[in-house]
């Protein structure tokens, strides 16, 4: 690994900032870790990593999570393809930009 970073001035030598995002997922792991039943450790790592990856695109989780969770019930297998964050950050650029025009 060391050999990729001098060869490649662009990669990062730690992985602070991973591990920085992922801070509170892992005391929250800890701390939640008698709560729920067994499904519930699936279950909340499908819902962080939900939220990180809106985080990542610089997209509020609550927002996103509020109008995908209302838009679900009515939205069929091949729909869901287009509520995950990338497909709704685009579809929400979208929108705005025909707002604007």
């Known amino acids: 690994m060391l050999l990729v970073y001098l060869k490649d001035g662009r990669v990062e030598i730690d992985n602070n900032p ?3 995002a992922i801070r509170p997922t892992a005391i929250g ?3 939640w870790l008698f709560i729920g039943e067994a499904e519930a450790g699936q279950r909340s790592a499908i819902l962080f990593t939900l939220i990180e990856a809106c985080r990542s695109r610089g997209i509020d989780p609550q ?3 509020r109008e995908v ?3 679900l019930p009515t939205l069929t297998n091949q729909q869901i393809k287009n509520v995950t964050p ?3 950050a685009k579809a929400q650029q979208n929108a705005h930009q025909q707002k604007a025009a």
Do not use: D, G, H
């Open 18 to 20: 991973v591990e920085n």
């Open 86 to 88: 990338a497909a709704w």
């Open 29 to 31: 792991k800890k701390n």
């Open 69 to 71: 969770l209302t838009q």
């Open 63 to 65: 927002t996103y999570l």
